[in-house]
């Protein structure tokens, strides 16, 4: 005999998996990035000149990952309560589609590269899509758009950071991009 509660059961657990899968995008995308990054971190990333606005090493993981979560959940009330990809979600979601791809490409171009130009470009486009994103998602669900506003100060803040780095270390940027800067 099947108790009378097993269809609410499984649909539960499906939305939870939805939630997960969500959540699961931006960590898995952040934790291959970062891997990329972790040779680099002792050597050529050590070597460079820091603005007084540059947090220590440890404080990155945990940020990402507080805000990875947030980010994939936003995404999953997106996709929920904007129809999927065929709905009033579908530019939102693409939107952010774009984002993520932006913010994977960015640790290559900077710590396998050392485009120091090229990766703060790459940040400032990615902080203008996360903001389109943010807008997107809070028309298609409020709290989805409340959830990005820390990942888009933090993207800004990255972004100055970049810059600064860049502005730092004008040997490095002239030695991999040539003297056309």
Known sequence: MIPQFAPAKLKMNAEFLKIAAAIALPQVGGLLTALLALPELMGWYQRLNFPPIAPPNWVFPPVWTVLNTALG??????????????????????????????????????????????SFLISLVHTAVVYATGYAFFNVNKM?????????????????????????NPQEAAAREGTSE
């Open 144 to 168: 989805a758009g409340y959830l990005i506003f820390p990942y888009f100060a933090w993207c800004t803040f990255a972004t100055l950071l970049n810059f600064e780095i860049y502005r730092r």
């Open 73 to 118: 959940y936003a995404s999953y009330l997106v996709w929920s309560a904007g129809g999927g990809f065929v709905g009033t979600g579908r530019l939102p979601l693409a939107l952010y589609g774009t984002q993520l791809v932006l913010n994977w490409a960015w640790t290559p171009v900077f710590f396998k590269l050392h485009r120091l130009r090229w």
